[in-house]
Every structure is written in C-alpha cells, then in structure tokens.
C-alpha cells in the first residue's frame, strides 16, 4: 500500500514525499482511515512501529479540515498528551515535517526548562498542542492554557503515564476536555486501569493492534551473557572493543548507575553519555542529538528516561542491567532492529537477576540464547539456583524507613568465582557474541 492510497490531501503527501515515506506501516494503513473518518481509536502499538504518524498525520488533515470549513479559531484544537519531554519533542518535530506545507501553528511544552518562550507562543495562537502532563497543568492553573476549544485529543503512552505516576494528572486534564471530541489513545499494554481509563474516554473505538510482544522481539538477534556483577564494567569494555558495533544504547536501573557507566567508559576512551531523570532538558537532549549525529557512540539511560528516544541506526542494545519488569525488556530492544533493519540485544546477568530472565522469556514466548564464550562468563553465575523474582528485587533494592535506597548495581557483591575473571583480571581471548558473522 501507498500513502497515496489513504485519501491524504496533497500538502501532506507531498510533505511525506519529502520525507522519504511512501509505503505506510500497518499501524498507520488501519489507523489513518479510520481517524479521517472520525472515529476514536484504541491503538495498541509498541514504539518502532509508526504510531507517532499514525496519528500526527489525520490530525493534521482534521485541523485543516476545520479551518476550510470556515470553523477556524484561535483556540487549541488538538491535544496530544505524551509522558516524556523527549517524547514530546519528537512528536513535534514530526508535526512540523508532516505539516510543512500547512499553514498549521503546533506548540510544545514541557517542564524542566522556563516557560516564558512557550507562554509566549501560547499566547499568539496555538492550533496543534503537545504537551507532558505536568507543565500543562501548571499553564492551564496559571490561566495560559484553554482547552474548551478541543476537538482532537491523543492519548499517546498511556501505560507509561501509569508507570511513571501520571495517571491523576491526565485524569484531571481529562475532566477540562469538551465533551464532544474524537479521541486518539495509545497504549503498548493493556492493564486494567489502562483499560478502565480507556473506557471512560472512548466512545465506541474502532481497535488498532500490531505487532503483538512475541513478535516485537523475532527480528532481534538476543544473547544473554552469565556475569559476575563486578566484572560487568569489565565486559561493557571489552565488548565495545569491537568497532563493528558503530551505536549502541545501554540500560541500567538507576540514575547513579548510568553515571558510573559513563565514567568507566569514558577512562577507556569511549564517547559515552547519560540521560536520565537528573539531568536538565537540555542537558538530555544535548546527548541525544550528539547521539543521533554519531558524535557520541554510547548512550547509557534508565527506562524512563529512554522512553522517548526513537533514534534509527542502532545496532545494538545492551542491557547492563535486567529490568525487573518484562515489559521494560520489550520497549528496551525494540530501540533497535527499527524500520525493517535487524539489531543485536545483548543482556548482562548476574545472579540476582536471573529471575527477571525468566520472567521476560516467559512475556516474550522464548528463550533467549546463552552465549558461554565471551571473556567473562560465570558457571557460578549460570548454575546459581534461581531465587523468587520478590527476594530478587528484595536484595536489589532495600527498603528502609519507606525511602528506596540504591546500593550500587545491586546488592552486596561477592567473591568471583566459577570460570569467570577477577575484576582486574585479563580477559580469556575468545570469539563471542556480537551479532556479526552469524
């Protein structure tokens, strides 16, 4: 199928021509025509698949719509509300390339950096409004943002909203919405207050559902390497000696533990870089174009930090550390292997962690292959029974007077042992995995 086939108005394919989009993905072939129409949606979509044009696209028709049907005001009539500042910013930009040929005002805001310059823009007339739920409630208290006027709403991410504690904030965006609205929500997953949520905002939605979790993963090459916990630096290291592996995106649990990432690798004489929660917006989005332009060749980030990140080229992802969420797993190796190119997945674990393992073989519907030849592998690590996934994540993360503390990259460590090597200890010079030659 050709974009060209979905009824899109001229200054759009001519935009998407631009771009370099001919054939639509599937999302974006069952979402398109069915939002043109006027229907609410239920998208259920992993990142990676194209839901970001699956909406931005007949939203920008709509808008236009309404302004040539002479129901034009200065109001916002469509809102997209998304969890992350990265996210936000990406959803923009893909307005502005989608609607180059419009003449469509869009606006993006979020916290973490002044709001003077979007106050301003708000001011002089907003058609098109992506926004992070905070900052907007923030405006909307001070008297800056309206949205009486909405016509279009998009519910982008929504079990993240969850994750990440934003689920009262949308719901009292939600209670300021005009009753009559079409409304866009999109959600990886489907728990039940996700569901319960949906219900409440949709009227009678037409369901859009691709690339279900066992599939998202197919297409990556994965590899799990059994690791004593102190020897992970070393391994990242020496992995990363190969220059075939041009971009890579690294995981870990903690701010502080990406941190500590960027340092050791930078001594080695790897550009690497940070994002995550503490670091300012513009700090974060600083690494991530240096990233995107191949300035820095590793990107170490926290799950929530990473969520927005859409970045094309990676080639491997390398999860430092296990997230103890399944979930996570999918959304982390889905940044690469984008756009029809395959990527490598490579996961560290240590003991502690091979119960998250379990879990994530048993979401995805496969096990992930053991590779036993790079230069740090445990037997130790490998044949330690499997503690429960709760005294895992018990021994990871303490709990103490209700605060959550961080200890390092979890828990106490331990002596080496098994056939791996002392944390100053050479390498064994072995052929291992890296997605190449396979």
Known sequence: MLFKELELIEPILNALETEGYVNPTPIQQQAIPLALAGRDLLGCAQTGTGKTAAFAIPILQLVCKTQIGGNYSKGIKALILTPTRELAIQIDESFAAYGKNLRMKHQVIFGGVSQVHQVNALRSGVDILVATPGRLLDLMQQGHVRLHDIQFFVLDEADRMLDMGFINDVKKIVAKLPAKKQTLFFSATMPPEIEKLSATLLHNPAKVEVTPVSSTVEKIEQAVYFVEKENKKHLLNELLKDQQIQTALVFTRTKHGADKVVKDLTKQG???????????????????????????????????????????????????????????????????????????????????????????????????????????????????????????????????????????????????SGSGNSAGGAPKKKRYFTGHGK
Do not use: W
Request: charged share 25%.
């Open 270 to 416: 790897i550009t690497a870089e940070a994002i995550h929660g503490n670091k300012s917006q513009n700090a974060r989005q600083r690494a991530l174009d240096s990233f995107k332009e191949g300035k820095t060749r590793v990107l170490i980030a926290t799950d929530i930090a990473a969520r927005g990140i859409d970045v094309d080229g990676i080639t491997h992802v390398i999860n430092y550390e296990i997230p103890n969420i399944s979930e996570s797993y999918v959304h982390r190796i889905g940044r690469t292997a984008r756009a029809g190119h395959s990527g490598i997945a490579i996961s560290f674990c240590d003991a502690e962690e091979k119960a998250f393992i379990k879990d994530i073989e048993k979401l995805i519907g496969q096990k992930i292959p053991v590779d036993r030849s790079h230069p740090y592998h445990s037997d130790a690590v490998e044949t330690a029974a499997l503690m429960s996934k709760g005294k895992a994540k018990a021994m990871i993360e303490k709990v103490t007077g209700g605060k959550r503390l961080n200890i390092g990259y979890g828990g106490p460590r331990r002596p080496n």
